[in-house]
């Protein structure tokens, strides 16, 4: 079994040991591994055989025999059990319903036989919810509000990480077989969407006779839809449609163009292409008389349109075709850009490595400075910092510093924002601190106005440098709180407060429309991967893509600046308090 095909086992474990309401140290270190598994470029199944795989950090002996049973035998007698045990619509509750979290979904279908949505609505509508521990009328009226939203929000679309992952599997299996000169994800995962319906992939090749039966042969396939010389559609685990598209090697650029899409760009440009008296198909770029332009890649096709290239994450026809014909497209961010990640938890609260671990790996990294940012005491399920542990990790950072003179870290604290929008800590506590970061954890069924108001306070507290993750969405699982986001950001910018891109995959909180509107509004941007163990950092990407995709600069960002200009910012905080 492929490394992919490993990873995503060890992650329905743990989605599985959550339900049953294990440690929360045991779920994420199965989800660490599934990462480190998925990074590796050996074989998983042939180290584990070997008795090699324990030594890598992160994974150890009890992963390496785990990993050996998944190898042997296609999956874990201990998944298999937690799938007797809970019906597929349980997790389909803890996945797609906003507040039914894992242990509420046990709840239900321990004490009321609930194993699916349509069930949990009729359990509301009778008011039978109301009978279990720690549930009510409100607790009833928010679930059936949910489920009311969840009716007219698409949740069956896959989140990008997940969709990255099946093409990263699939794109190596089929280049370490056929050797395709040409071969790149396309649709939605190549512009970077938070989330995809389907994973769309095109090869260039010469001959394409091998592709369907190799297809058939790789560890991800499920079943084929149909199947033809130039195009080959199939489902792949997790029910996924996979759409290969493939043409010979010259007309690559020009079937990448037209399957990367969206199709309201793509029809944008052929409609430049009749202007100029040209026709732009998905195999080529022709004249009138049917003379075709070569091309070696999409950048030529852009030039032949007579405009800059545009980068995928922009092809949404939102204003790029017309500032590209002008020249003067942005100049998107890059990983360098990055000089640091102010939003990370360590052991101290519910992360899974030391301080020292997380600021190591952070400097090989090349970040200039980073963070420490664990959770504050009301959030008392992920272990958070009382006031007397808080101080003695300023302590410790304090020590910490002369040890890695390369990285300034800077002592901070992801804030509880509480029901009434006051802070988790008095500013008196605050002003020991470098950095604050504030966010909702709780109470996420409460009216639009109240929640809107409960944010508002936070941000017009003159204690706070960072809205972290300001909708609470978690994607293909939660839909975000009721907020008015258009306030938000309005009252983010007259208080100089940061909003941040949540960088971890599965959030991408805010996305890319309301971050690049609070750009266009005057608030700063934040990019941080929420990290909860050293792999995590690798997450920046993903906040990345979200940044290019609603057309950020570095003047946006506030943690592409440089050290001596970020504290100047923060000082603004401490001024205050």
Not at 122 to 142: D, H, I, W
Not at 143 to 152: D, H, N, R, S, W
Not at 475 to 499: C, F, K, P, S, W
Request: hydrophobic share 40%; proline share 3%; aromatic share 6%.
């Amino acid at each position: 079994m492929a490394n992919a095909g490993i990873a995503a086992i060890f992650r329905e474990f743990a989605e599985f040991l959550e339900l049953k309401g294990e440690n929360p140290f045991k779920i994420r270190a199965y989800r660490r591994a599934a990462d480190i598994l998925e990074d590796l470029n050996e074989d998983a199944a042939e180290l584990a055989r070997e008795g090699q795989l324990k030594n890598i950090q992160g994974i150890g002996k009890a992963m390496e025999e785990k990993t050996r049973e998944i190898a042997d035998t296609g999956t874990l007698e201990a998944l298999e059990d937690l799938r007797a045990e809970y019906p597929p619509g349980v997790m389909d509750m803890m996945r797609r319903v906003p507040g039914i979290g894992p242990k509420t979904a046990s709840l239900v279908f321990r004490r009321l036989g609930v194993a699916g949505i349509d069930q949990l609505e009729e359990a509301a509508r009778s008011g039978k919810l109301r009978t279990l521990p720690g549930m009510g009328q409100k607790s009833e009226e928010n679930i059936l509000i949910a489920i009311e939203k969840l009716k007219k929000e698409d949740m069956t679309r896959i989140p990008l990480v997940i969709a990255d992952r099946l093409c990263a599997s699939l794109i190596n299996f089929i280049s370490s077989h056929v050797g395709p000169s040409e071969i790149s994800a396309a649709g939605s995962v190549r512009r970077r969407k938070e989330t995809c319906g389907d994973v769309d992939v095109v090869l260039g090749i010469d001959d394409s006779s091998r592709i369907s039966d190799l297809i058939r042969s790789w560890s991800g396939f499920l079943s084929m839809n149909s199947s033809n010389e130039d195009r080959v559609v199939f489902t792949a685990g997790g029910d996924v449609e996979v759409d290969i598209s493939i043409v010979k090697p010259e007309e690559f650029p020009f079937a990448l163009l037209s399957t990367t899409g969206s199709k309201l760009h793509y029809n944008g440009l052929k409609s430049i292409a009749s202007r100029l008296g040209l026709k732009l198909t998905r195999h080529g770029l022709f004249r009138e008389k049917g003379e075709s332009l070569d091309a070696g890649d999409e950048a030529d096709i852009y030039e032949a349109l007579g405009m800059e290239y545009i980068p995928p994450e922009l092809r949404e026809m939102t204003g790029e075709i017309e500032v590209a014909l002008e020249r003067r497209l942005p100049r998107l961010l890059v990983a360098e850009d990055i000089r640091g990640d102010l939003h990370m938890h360590t052991n101290w609260s519910d992360g899974t490595e030391s301080v020292e671990s997380m600021v190591e790996a952070a400097q090989a990294l090349g970040y200039e400075y980073v963070a420490i940012t664990d959770h504050s005491k009301s959030l008392k399920v992920a272990r958070g910092l009382s006031e007397t542990r808080l101080f003695k990790q300023l302590e410790i950072l304090r020590r910490l510093r002369d040890r890695f003179p390369g990285i300034h870290v800077l002592s901070g604290i992801e804030l509880e924002i509480l029901k009434d929008g006051n802070l988790d800590y008095p500013d008196t506590v605050l002003s020991h601190l470098d950095i604050v970061v504030a966010s909702v954890h709780s109470a996420f069924g409460q009216p639009e106005d109240v929640m809107t108001s409960r944010i508002v306070k936070a941000i017009q507290s003159g204690s706070v440098d960072i809205i972290a993750h300001p909708t609470g969405r978690v994607l293909g699982r939660r839909l975000g709180y009721d907020v008015d986001m258009d306030t938000v950001i309005q009252e983010a910018a007259r208080h100089n407060v940061a909003l941040e891109i949540n960088a971890y995959p599965e959030r991408m909180d805010l996305d890319s429309v309301w971050a690049r509107k609070a750009a266009e509004a005057g608030a700063y941007i934040v990019i941080n991967t929420d990290s909860h163990n050293t792999n995590e950092l690798r997450f920046m990407s993903y906040g990345l893509d979200v940044a290019r995709r609603a057309w950020l600069e570095q003047s946006h960002v506030i943690n592409t600046w440089p050290l001596s200009k970020l504290q100047a910012w923060l000082k603004r905080r401490r001024m205050r308090v």
